[in-house]
């Protein structure tokens, strides 16, 4: 029986690589490093999940090995506060996030999030959508914080599981990443996947099924609570 859904936040709840992209450029500007992330290449430096992770990445691509931990962290520190402020301007949940809530929220089903994003990252989102997300109403926020082994490592939805004291077969992810999808799965979930913007030709084929977004699952018809209840491996 299903009791709970578990939300991925970047992709998933809304279009919001591109405003973690914008905010990375802009301390990149401000800190003198020189670099510069275009779209394309943060399609690529998606595959390293979390923000100080896909520094470091970079960072090692560029032979700067004398980059220090704490470089890393301030540069990061900086994206964060950045991100928050351009956020309320370009924010805006993805079809059919705000009704699935609502129908969870009416059917007594839980919700929790298990992301590798910062957690003050998804109050951030939740303001800027002026409470659309209903964050209060959210049992927990597993993330990059409480969580340093970000996905496709299953910790962060064991966690979540965990902290709403389920089972597996009790709740159901839903994700837009392949890396989430292998997160979710390796935790013995059923997931639920809508590729975004920037997971548009990820291997999603781990999901238990795959759709186009919340609002239309390809027919026309919204994910419903009846819906998840029904997918089963
Ligand atoms: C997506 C990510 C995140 C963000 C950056 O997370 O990979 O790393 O791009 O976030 P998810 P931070 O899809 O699990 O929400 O800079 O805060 O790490």
Redesign the pocket.
Known sequence: MLKAVIF?????LAET?EV?REAFNIVFKQAGVGWFWSPEQYREL?KV????E?IRHYAQTESMTDISDEDIASL?RL??MRYAELLPHAATLRPGVERLIDECLSRSIRLAIA????EV?VDALDRAVGGALRLERFESVVG?ITVPEK?PDPKVYQVALEKLGLNPDEAIAIED?EA?VTAARGAGLRCLASPSFYTIEHDLSKATAVIESLADRGDGKPVTVDYLEMLAD
């Open positions: 991925d936040v970047d992709g998933t690589e973690h998606l999940t979390g923000g100080k896909r990061h994206k964060t992301t590798t994003t910062t990252n990059g996905k990443a989430g």
